[in-house]
């Protein structure tokens, strides 16, 4: 998945037969890259025992393994390094850190080269509607959300935390809101919690909501990611296509709706009109994170922490377009260990050789000698488009 190594995480069979396909014949033979091999655990579909034996042909090939693959005895302790939750393999070129699982092992962070990636292996949200009794299907529920929370905490994502704690503190009377509580309590149901779009801040954001307790519907226009996002989410969110009409039904019984809608390159679509407003209850709040691209919302402006939200019809409306910028000093860490690597690469070998080497640097490239170099602004201002490798 990198410039410089190839990671191949639960191996369990190959595209063509036992011995050919995809991972035999072009991954294990790229000589210039370095290759790691992870398994999460012991189960077959997860761990395939011939991937002990490429080391055979592939000599230089590193395997990071679960301790539970040691444990059942699928594997011996000089096959490669074995990780349980809390420990953290790291060469200076790719890390990864082992988390928790609802069933077997480990899931694991990977970060190489600047990306950052979670496998869950079997970590999930396990119960079966015909097999598991509401008790079990709860503790289930629990025992993935405690894990959740557990990453969460350690894998810092500011923007997104804050999204929702600061749309719940808006919900407060004192803060101009209906007087909800997020999670409710016997008796009284909990808020309910519309996202626009699932990609990073919307999903991040809908998992939040649902650890507060709140009832969350999270909506987008990319049917396949939410399929994917539908089997790895609690309980309590739904999934819903979007589109105005399912938009406008929602909106009389929501107490909070998070705009996080992305279009790469252009101004993010005004989701929420001034005449659906109206169709809200007095006291609602809108969190418009997008806002940074325009907002989401046709009656957002960009708000600052010093005044962050205002009202429109009765309906309150957070607006800050820098949200980490309230606990800068988190924020400023977060941000300079995510970016430091490509200030020193850039200031090493200058943009052009720092660009050769890493496509993430490339990618980041919008104009260069005048020429546009990312597709989508090109499109959006009507130029024509140069591919930034040509100019390299
Ligand atoms: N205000 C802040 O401090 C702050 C902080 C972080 C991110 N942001 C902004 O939040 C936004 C979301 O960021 P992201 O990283 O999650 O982007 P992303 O690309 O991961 O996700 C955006 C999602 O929106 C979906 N989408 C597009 N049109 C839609 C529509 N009509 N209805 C529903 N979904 C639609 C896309 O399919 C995609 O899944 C961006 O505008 C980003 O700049 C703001």
New binding site residues.
């Given amino acids: 998945m990198g410039q410089t190594a190839t990671v191949i995480i639960d191996f369990w069979e190959d595209s063509i037969d036992a011995l050919h396909g995809i991972i035999h014949n072009e991954l294990l033979n790229q000589k210039e890259k370095k290759i790691y091999i992870l398994s999460t655990h012991f189960h077959p579909d997860h761990f395939n025992p011939d991937i002990l034996t490429w080391k055979q042909t592939h000599p230089d090939l590193v395997y990071i393994l679960s301790k539970d693959i040691l444990r059942h005895k699928r594997a011996t302790v000089k096959d490669g390094f074995f990780l349980k939750k809390g420990d953290t393999f790291d060469d200076g070129i790719l890390t990864v850190k082992a988390y928790g699982s609802t069933d077997s092992g480990d899931s694991f962070h990977i970060q190489l080269e600047g990306m950052s990636f979670f496998h869950a292996g079997d970590l999930n949200n396990w119960h079966w509607i015909d097999e598991s009794t509401p008790q079990e299907a709860k503790k289930a529920e629990g025992d993935y959300l405690a894990e959740l929370g557990y990453i969460k905490n350690d894998i810092t994502n500011v923007?997104v935390t804050m999204a929702v704690q600061e749309g719940a503190r808006f919900l407060e009377k004192p803060q101009g809101g209906k007087g909800i509580l997020m999670g409710g309590v016997p008796g009284v149901k909990p808020a309910k919690v519309l996202v626009?779009?699932?990609?990073?801040?919307?999903f991040a954001s809908a998992l939040i909501a649902a650890g507060m307790g709140a009832d969350v519907t999270i909506?987008?226009?990319?049917l396949p990611?939410l399929r994917s996002i539908q089997n790895v989410l609690p309980q309590n969110v739904h999934t819903l296509y979007?589109t105005e009409h399912s938009i406008r039904k929602e909106l009389p019984t929501t107490d909070m709706v998070v705009g996080?809608?992305?279009?790469?390159g252009d101004k993010?679509?005004h989701?929420i009109t001034r005449d659906m407003l109206k169709l809200m209850q007095k006291g609602s709040v809108l969190v418009d994170?997008?806002?940074?691209?325009g907002g989401c919302f046709e009656t957002s402006h960009p708000t600052t922490h010093s005044e962050p939200a205002y009202v429109i019809d009765g309906i309150v409306h957070y607006a800050?377009?820098?949200?980490?910028g309230a606990v800068a000093y988190t924020s400023t860490l977060a941000l300079t260990n995510a970016t430091m690597p490509y200030a020193i690469a850039l200031a090493d070998k200058g943009w052009k050789e720092a660009c050769k080497g890493d496509d993430a640097l490339l990618k980041g490239l919008n104009v260069v000698e005048g020429k546009v170099t990312f597709k989508a602004v090109a499109d959006l201002y009507k130029k024509s488009f140069v591919d930034p490798k040509t100019l390299l």
């Fill in positions: 923007d626009l779009g699932a990609g990073h801040v919307g909506t987008d226009i990319n990611l979007s996080s809608v992305l279009i790469p993010a679509p989701l994170v997008a806002i940074d691209q800050v377009a820098n949200i980490p």
